[in-house]
């Protein structure tokens, strides 16, 4: 395989959100932008998605930027029957990981937060969202978040692993969290922000017109590499 | 319309050069070589902090002598047990690859890492406001961890650090696999680490899966599993490096369930799909297989879909299999890699592992369950499997090629 598409793309950080690699649309009031416990919630929800948010509202931050993301690219897999569901895979990358769920259980022990004390629960969530039962990768990367994870999904298509991955590249932290414990410098979160890349042949892709406006690397940049950038 | 990819590809195979553990066995392959053959179990009782009450608990300890001399040898990390645990089964991974690694150029030598919680307990320690080092930490970050323990042992190739929940170290050793077979590194060393801590104890405690007597994987009575700590590790080499006949990762897959998060699927077929995909990647069909190294938990549920699972794969041909778990406990990221050791172990010595602790086979489970350590007359062929939390299975192929 020599040829790949970014099929579809989506961004959602303090800036806004939006899916068409030209710009952000803003968050409506009353939504701040340093994100607290609560934010990102039913309002936002309804933005983006028309499906039932009960499920989104036990998610932990990560997950539910990492969901949000992925619903944020408007695929729809039941229209793409030409590419089976065990051949999607899923692919996340972060540097906070679950840090916000594991200070939060370490302080108060709850089942329903430690299911979340994982990096990689996102990839359940997504995968039990969008039927996906490709191959799944988690990364824990300490000075980037995101291209590791298109590296690996181009490591996927091109050895016929799988016809389409979802990259996730996410960092989430609540500052209420945060601001709960002293955590070395060091630790310390780098903003927070969900983007997903979807990436396949041209022939797979669901959209009639695949972004191919550049390098990949350069759109996994404008994309992923900074939580400060601009679009 | 198409974005053209540039990639470098050498289709090296990835062979096992060296392995080194350290678990509630003790320090080395020998006290693992001893449980292979002796089917006997290492977890121990005893009393731990869980929440804010000290509770019995039955898991796969660290002996403290071993920790000890740890501490002794490296006091500035003294107070990190995943750092120390993890750098003592590289070590030995190293020394037992031999001479082969010093002609391999440090740039050349990659590292991928699998956690799922790293040093954990220092977080535990922060909350508490208790003392914890800088170092510990930092280390509390499963990257950072990487990068430590990459940069204690010389390497500069890429450094990775995977975290899968407990398929953790089968995707680690895939990645590592994966970078030979790129081109991007001639030696990679793979290590995998996870602690029992007041965390993770309190966490598989609050959702009931922790069995108080210990664990009875595929057992008719298993009521739910063992946690077990400390480190194993395993370097993978170019296998045209070797002159011997190598043990070959041959075959690899994940996949996911899609069904729920902290469950495994009722019907095992996410798991046989995992199988079928490192199959076919290995290029065998499933009569090749002579042995399987089995998830194994010994939580109802989970035993139960890995037996749907082999029978959807082998149907009524199900190949000797038997569940690790019973020896060291289930030691989380480090469970795949510390298995595939023991199934290394078992390729070397000709011998099927059996079930520690197994006293009434599950009805369900196919004859082919082993309870007890069985010799083999020839064993070439055997398949590691791995599922975890958020519907992720793993499998993967390891084979002695005939001489």
Known sequence: ?231 | MGIPVETAVSNSAAAIAGCGALCANGSGLEPLRHALASNASALQRRQFIIGKTSQSVVAGFVPDESLRQLRAADPVHADSRAFLFAVAALNQAAKNTGEILDSIPAARRGFVLSTTKANIEALDKLVRRQSVSPVAQRQIQPAFLAADLAGQLGCRGPVQCVSLACISGLSALQQGAALIRRGQSDAVFVAGVDLISQFVLSGFNSLKSLDPEGCRPFDKARIGLSLGEGAAAIVLVKSELLSSPPILLSGWSTSNDANHLTGPSRDGLGLALAIQRALAKAQITPDKIDYINAHGTGTPYNDNMELLALRSVFGGRVPPFSSSKGIFGHTLGAAGILETVLCVLALQNNLLPGTPRLREPDPLAPESLLGEPRAATKLRCVLKINCGFGGTNAALVLQRPLP
């Open chain 1, 1 to 231: 395989m020599n040829d790949l598409v970014i099929q579809a793309a989506s961004y959602l950080g303090p800036e806004g959100f939006g899916n068409d690699l030209t710009g952000l649309r803003p968050w409506p009031p009353p939504f701040k932008q340093n994100l607290s416990r609560g934010e990102l919630g039913c309002l936002h929800w309804s933005l983006l998605s028309d499906s039932d948010p009960s499920r989104f509202l036990r998610m932990d931050l990560m997950c539910r930027l990492g969901f949000m993301a992925a619903e944020l690219l408007a695929v729809n897999f039941d229209a793409m029957p030409g590419v089976r569901r065990d051949r999607l895979g899923v692919c996340v990358e972060s540097f906070t990981g679950s840090l916000d769920a594991d200070i939060r259980f370490a302080q108060t022990p709850r089942p329903s937060i430690f299911a979340y004390t994982l990096p990689s629960t996102v990839i359940g969530e997504v995968c039990i969202r969008f039927r996906l039962k490709g191959p799944v990768l988690s990364l824990i990367s300490p000075v980037t978040h995101g291209p590791g994870a298109i590296a690996e999904a181009v490591e996927w298509l091109r050895n016929n692993d799988a016809e389409m991955t979802l990259c996730l590249g996410i960092e989430a932290m609540n500052p209420s969290t945060e601001h709960s414990i002293s955590l070395p410098k060091n630790l310390s979160p780098r903003g927070w922000h969900g983007a997903a890349l979807l990436l396949g042949p041209p022939e797979n892709s669901p959209r009639e017109k695949p972004f191919a406006t550049g390098a990949l690397v350069d759109v996994c940049r404008k994309l992923c590499s900074a939580p400060e950038r601009t679009c």
